[in-house]
């Protein structure tokens, strides 16, 4: 655009005005928190297909934590379509109702509560990003008191502690014990 072209058309200038105007009337948003790691009960906001800058697909999905301290931050899971990730990206995006490419054409995203367990990435350069790890159909699960977690193994009542008389005879000497 010439100089001559914004003199010439008025109406270029009172777009420009009008958006001056309301660009110095506009609070600043509040600065972008980082999460800290861990899991947060979340909803789809909005999803579509896009492209790196080097032209691989992927289906990305943001999500907005839907409750507790941190409710209303949003951050986008991403799931890759190359060859090699596909099988992961089709794991978890068929958890998630999205079975077929058609729905994520379509942008789909699914409609009931989700969980997102995200992790706080540190760069070489010590800047951090917050990273969505996973996506889970359902709510956070509270946690129940003394409940295993799931890498825990069934296991029995321990075993009580070792007494004197579980040792050796031959280790003690019973004036120790007068």
């Not at 005005?17 to 509040?30: D, G, I, M, R, V």
């Not at 947060?40 to 507790?68: C, I, N, Q, S, W």
């Not at 995203?109 to 992790?119: C, E, K, N, Q, W």
């Not at 951090?128 to 008191?145: D, I």
């Amino acid at each position: 655009m010439s100089l001559s072209d914004i003199f010439d058309n008025p109406s270029l200038n009172e777009e420009d005005a009008a958006l001056a105007e309301l660009f110095n009337s506009t609070a600043p948003a509040a600065p972008k928190l980082l999460l800290p790691a861990g899991e947060y009960p979340a909803r789809a906001v909005g999803a579509k297909l896009d492209k790196t800058r080097h032209g691989k697909k992927f289906y990305a999905m943001t999500l907005e934590v839907a409750d507790g301290t941190h409710a209303g931050a949003r951050l986008v899971a991403r799931w890759y379509l190359s060859a090699a990730a596909l099988p992961y990206s089709r794991r978890d995006l068929a958890a998630l109702g999205l079975d077929v490419y058609e729905k994520l054409e379509r942008g789909e995203a699914p409609g009931g509560p989700l969980r997102m367990r995200v992790a706080l990435q540190t760069k070489d350069d010590g800047s951090q990003r917050n990273e969505v790890l996973a996506v889970f159909p359902g709510a956070t699960p509270t946690p129940k008191p003394n409940s295993p977690s799931v890498c825990d193994e069934p296991h029995s009542d321990p075993a009580p502690p070792a007494g004197v008389e579980d040792l050796p005879a031959d280790l003690l000497d019973p004036a120790d014990f007068v």
